[in-house]
């Protein structure tokens, strides 16, 4: 069974290029490593905008698909996680009065995402430090943005999730987790 590493944080704040430059690295080391890349970006690309809260239980459903199948590599790596619908979700529908199928959905990707948080061994949060530039997929501008960090590091706090956060260049970053990576491969051994 692979360990499972997440990296998350909020639009454009280099998670997919940190699994990149790690998966690299880790590689280079003989290490059996494979990633998953954040499957709502395809979503976007395929789909357009996300309208509404039920296509975020379509996104918990092809994140999980792609996770899954990287259970036979020591390492499994990725930009998103599948309890990061639920904090999407979350954030759709904002303060808002909710209809009794939203409240359903979410409250199905709520149960999800507690039973999914163990399953990752080690979550990491990237704050914003590069500045943000739109990209043409993501619908988010910077400020948004930084509300959707917001979401996910609260929704971490509030429900007691253990997660490392990492500040510095991507090869700062990279290096800081391989050095927690090697920790976990020594305890291994």
Not at 170 to 183: F, P
Request: glycine share 6%; aromatic share 10%.
């Amino acid at each position: 069974m692979a360990k499972r590493v997440a990296v998350l944080g909020g639009p454009r704040c280099g998670k997919t290029t940190l699994i990149q430059q790690l998966y690299v690295d880790m590689k280079i080391m003989g290490i059996n490593v494979g990633y998953a890349l954040e499957y709502s970006t395809e979503y976007l690309r395929d789909k357009g905008m996300i309208q509404s809260i039920s296509e975020q239980y379509g996104i918990y459903l092809g994140q999980k698909r792609i996770e899954d199948n990287l259970e036979n590599h020591e390492y499994a790596l990725t930009d998103y996680a599948t309890f990061v619908p639920y904090i999407y979700g979350r954030f759709m529908l904002g303060s808002k009065k909710r209809n009794k199928k939203e409240i359903e959905i979410l409250k199905d990707l709520y149960v999800l995402a507690i039973e999914d948080i163990p399953r990752y061994d080690h979550i990491i949060y990237l704050p914003r430090e590069f500045g943000y530039k739109k990209d043409g997929v993501r619908w988010q501008d910077e400020e948004v943005a930084k509300e959707v960090d917001e979401a996910i590091l609260s929704f971490l706090k509030a429900e007691n999730v253990p997660f490392i956060q990492l500040s510095g260049s991507t090869k700062e970053r990279a290096e800081k987790l391989l050095e927690i990576l090697k920790e976990d491969m020594t305890e291994d051994k």
